[in-house]
């Protein structure tokens, strides 16, 4: 039974080092998707076999994502737009890593993270992963088609700091006379 053990270990180190043999000439795209929040090196090299290194063949970033059937399904007739809540058949294998990617990602303290959680909280966790994996892929396209793109998070507050005063104040109080409230502002001391 050892000795089966043993087997399998030194056939698994094997795989293993022909993975790194194949991967050593994309070292460098993976280390670049490394820096990404939930990406680690295993996950980059799944996302690289599936889409390449030469993101000469999309555009833009709309067009890998369309590729890889992270774009909403919308369909429109007689002028009506409604979305069919699901982005088709596309690459399973890409989709199940950036699924992956986005659930872990969504742990973190991190821009994606707090999109994770405000989507969620809107829509449901389902469709939170597909949205931060789509912006997920937005990234990896972006770090692949420019060599010279750093990837720099953006940060939890971010969402926070982008938040106009203004339309906030107009929001509550239309929000206050639709339930029936006469609102008088007076500034705090």
Not at 70 to 94: D, E, M
């Amino acid at each position: 039974m050892l000795a089966r053990i043993d087997g399998i270990d030194a056939d698994i180190a094997a795989v293993d080092a022909q993975i790194e043999a194949y991967l050593a000439p994309f070292a460098t795209a993976v280390a670049r998707l490394d820096e990404i929040p939930g990406i680690g090196p295993v996950a980059a090299a799944i996302i690289l076999a599936e889409i390449g290194t030469d993101m000469s063949h999309f555009p833009t970033a709309g067009h890998l994502c369309s590729w890889a059937k992270f774009s909403p399904g919308i369909n429109s007739s007689a002028g009506k737009i409604k979305g069919n809540g699901s982005t088709g058949h596309g690459n399973r294998y890409l989709a199940r890593v950036l699924g992956e990617v986005a659930v872990v990602a969504g742990r973190t303290d991190t821009f994606l993270g707090e999109r994770y959680r405000r989507i969620a909280r809107r829509r449901g966790k389902k469709r939170a992963i597909v949205a931060v994996g789509r912006s997920i892929l937005v990234i990896i396209w972006h770090l692949l088609a420019d060599e010279d793109t750093q990837f720099i998070d953006l940060g939890a507050d971010h969402f926070a700091r982008h938040v106009n005063p203004d339309a906030t104040k107009r929001n509550h109080i239309r929000h206050l006379e639709a339930l029936g409230y006469t609102v008088t502002l007076t500034p705090a001391a």
